[in-house]
């Protein structure tokens, strides 16, 4: 089924002309659990990769008898699956409790892995150019895939390690099929539930801070907060939540920052990989064949969750795209 995103609550760029030289063609990706195959663009479904190509591993060192065994996370949402999908009594029943309890358990689940062991990466979100054709591919390529670490906690900035892999699709005649998976996991918000994708172009605009003060100014004197109905610039009018490729970046936690590619150039947003799809508190990006779906889960298909259910944000270079990528969390 598509998705769409409702009709913005009130056409801002009729009121504010000017808004028109800040907008930018977003993707959003609107990922559901479904099933996936290596051809399809996918988040958390199987990569198309050649059999001879070695599986991009992390060999940052993590205490990985610390984690949480991949086989329980994936137990632990099955259970909570069936128990929110039953009609009544909705939700877990004591068996169930006594269950998740034993699965949230923490324990030394590999003793025999080595803090240092190379860690297959997880797939994360693999982009077809057919998709998403706003996004900017290098020459030649057509696929975009994403892999990460499912360990916190790489460099000096504590980051996430990011994997991007730019591919040309009628390069790979012999497709892997057993793919490498490690035991454990540092956290399970590491894991995306597979999902399909149902891409959706949307027109954004400027995040409120990158705005011209003018501007700025104007929107601030239009906006009511004294009345709940009233919709907001930046949560309703501004920068769509949820995965999403290209579009603006969203600053809200840490004010703009510039972000600049080690050749100096400017770089843009490529993807969102984000906690949620939509807010509760700000309906304006709920799909419209979402609104009449039990609530549980429905704005977390993914079920990632990034640091403190927040997203993390791809940037690329304006450049040339194979620069190294750099990434920021709000
Ligand atoms: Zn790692
Ligand atoms: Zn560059």
Request: contains cysteine; glycine residues 6%; proline residues 10%.
């Amino acid at each position: 089924m598509p998705r769409t995103t409702p009709a913005r609550p009130i056409d801002i760029e009729a009121v504010f002309p000017e808004l028109r030289e800040h907008t930018s063609i977003a993707t959003r990706l609107h990922p559901r659990p479904g099933c996936p195959g290596p051809t399809d663009s996918s988040a958390g479904g199987p990569l198309l990769w050649p059999d001879d190509e070695p599986w991009p591993v992390c060999t940052a060192p993590h205490r990985k008898s610390r984690g949480e065994l991949l086989d329980n996370v994936r137990a632990r949402r099955r259970i909570l699956d069936a128990a929110w999908s039953r009609q009544e009594p909705a939700g877990p029943t004591d068996e169930e409790r006594e269950r998740l309890a034993s699965l949230n358990k923490r324990s030394k689940y590999a003793p025999e892995l080595s803090d240092d062991a190379p860690i297959p990466m997880l797939p994360v979100l693999q982009l077809f150019r057919g998709d998403v054709p706003a996004l900017g591919f290098p020459d030649g390529k057509d696929v975009l895939q994403i892999l990460w670490c499912p360990f916190d906690a790489h460099g000096e900035g504590n980051e996430i390690d990011v994997r991007l892999v730019w591919r040309n699709s009628t390069l790979t005649s012999t497709q892997l099929t057993e793919v490498p998976e490690i035991k454990v996991v540092g956290r399970g918000g590491y894991v995306p539930d597979a999902c399909v994708l149902q891409p959706e172009q949307i027109i954004e605009h400027q995040t409120f801070e990158l705005l011209p003060e003018a501007l700025q100014e104007s929107l601030e004197e239009w906006e009511d907060w004294d009345n709940e109905e009233s919709p907001h610039y930046q949560y309703d009018l501004s920068v769509a939540p949820g995965w999403k490729a290209g579009g603006f970046a969203s600053w809200h936690l840490t004010g703009p920052q510039r972000m600049v590619c080690d050749c100096g150039a400017p770089m843009q947003l490529l993807v969102t990989i984000d906690s949620k799809e939509w807010d509760n508190g700000s309906l304006s990006w709920r799909p419209v064949e979402d609104a009449e779906t039990p609530a549980h889960g429905i704005s977390t298909p993914t079920r990632v969750v990034v640091g403190r259910a927040g997203a993390l944000r791809i940037f690329v270079c304006t450049i040339d795209a194979s620069h190294p990528h750099r990434i920021n969390e709000q």
